[in-house]
């Protein structure tokens, strides 16, 4: 609730915005979102050195395999509406003349007003087509590379950073509370929830059964052996480039033939996403970071989804299933053998499964909770336009919400009529 000490706030916000010449604005070059009147430009994302980028990813604290270069330049080439990103990015001081600085920190960045339709002084961190904005951050410098985003920021004009979808007890969190902790700073969270996310360092069959419980255990076992009826049930995983191609069109043509292709978030229904999908997939699969799991009842797949892996981490991008199956809870079925798939090795210890809160088909089944929220990091001390930046998200949060309600409920309608 937005309370009368808010509202003035927001007013002598205001007053300070319309003083200050800072201002954030639609550069007209290239389409790419930058400070109106900077001192620091940001780089284009697709100008970073990819090398020097996948050096990072490997020595990163934190896990994010939707900011690798492989899945991100993908994106930012032609995911539909999420093209034209520019970088924040932190480099190590070079040792001398001749080296190279090491790239220690990147953060793909958009303006306040792509990202939220508010012409707000704060830069955004770029929607990597996965919900999750977890900057990569060297393990070995991890609070100078935070402190150096900040400055960048700074320098391009930004009044904030805002950080979307990301852990808010992981490392990367951590370390810009600590940098903001020096100059007596606080982050600011806008918004939490807790997703499901799975305890791969378990024995599977334990998990599923303290998760689930015998009796569901036992119907999950009965609808497997009816799917049997029309085939053997297998589960394949793709990782070689080979398969990935081969199995990657499955999965397209799964998720275009459900609920999604009705909503029109299918990939398969825009050419931009499908050649960003196509590109992401194999290149991340070629450095050991994708595969493609799948479900068959004998020559018919019946289930398919999209896994990334970074470092001891595996995220649950996207499933499509062939909903003429949906009697044996076919998407559940292959959550189960991906559980017992990740569960068995020994590099993954944690798996995010990037669903809603309370989803339906994955929290009953991954039982773990990993807390995500957006937060704020406010970039200079007693900054007067904080709080218009704050309120401003919160009301057009407050503006939105009727507008979200409405819309599933239309959804849910067709859906029941369907």
């Not at 492989?70 to 970088?87: F, I, K, M, P």
């Not at 190590?92 to 920190?105: H, K, Q, R, T, V």
């Not at 036992?218 to 049930?233: F, I, P, T």
């Not at 896994?307 to 499509?320: E, S, W």
Request: hydrophobic share 45%.
């Amino acid at each position: 609730m937005v309370r009368g000490q808010d509202v003035v706030e927001i007013a002598n916000a205001a007053q300070a915005a319309a003083r200050s010449k800072v201002g954030f604005a639609r550069a007209q070059a290239g389409g790419v979102d930058r400070p109106a009147e900077t001192s620091a430009a940001l780089a284009p994302l697709d100008t970073i050195a990819a090398e020097r980028w996948r050096a990072l990813g490997n020595n990163a604290i934190e896990p994010n395999g939707f900011y690798l270069p492989e899945w991100e330049l993908a994106v930012n080439a032609s995911a539909q509406g999420r093209t034209d990103v520019s970088a924040l990015t932190a480099t190590a001081d070079a040792m001398s003349a001749s080296d190279n600085p090491c790239l220690i920190g990147l953060l793909p960045a958009i303006s306040a007003w792509r990202a939220y339709g508010l012409p707000l002084p704060a830069l955004v961190s770029a929607d990597p087509y996965g919900v999750l904005g977890t900057p990569l951050l060297d393990r070995d410098r991890t609070d100078e590379a935070a402190n150096k985003l900040m400055s960048q920021a700074r320098a391009a004009g930004a009044h904030a950073l805002i950080l979307r979808d990301i852990p808010i007890d992981g490392p990367a969190m951590t370390a810009f509370t600590r940098a903001l902790e020096r100059s007596d700073l606080a982050p600011r969270v806008l918004q939490s929830h807790a997703r499901a996310c799975l305890d791969a360092t378990r024995d599977a069959e334990d998990l599923l059964r303290d998760a689930l419980g015998p009796k569901k255990l036992k119907e999950l076992r009965r609808q497997r052996n009816r799917l049997a009826e029309h085939g053997d049930v297998i589960f394949t995983i793709a990782a070689a480039p080979s398969e990935i191609a081969r199995d990657l069109e499955i999965f397209l043509a799964l998720e275009a033939s459900g609920w999604k292709a009705k909503r029109g978030t299918a990939l398969a229904q825009d050419d931009g996403d499908t050649a960003f999908v196509r590109r992401a997939v194999y290149d991340a699969a070629a450095r050991g970071n994708c595969e493609i799991v799948t479900l068959h009842a004998g020559d018919t797949p019946v289930a398919s989804g999209i896994v990334l892996r970074h470092l001891d981490r595996a995220f649950y991008f996207k499933m499509g299933v062939d909903e003429r199956f949906a009697r044996y809870s076919p998407g559940v079925q292959l959550t189960l053998e991906l559980t017992r798939h990740l569960c068995a090795d020994p590099s993954i210890a944690l798996a995010d499964s990037n669903a809603m809160p309370g989803h339906p088909m994955i929290d009953p089944i991954w039982r773990g909770r990993l807390a995500i929220g957006d937060v704020l990091i406010p970039l200079n001390r007693r900054d007067p336009l904080i709080p218009a930046i704050r309120l401003g998200l919160i009301l057009r949060k407050l503006a939105r919400e009727p507008a979200r309600r409405l819309v599933h409920f239309i959804r849910k309608l067709r859906e029941t009529r369907s």
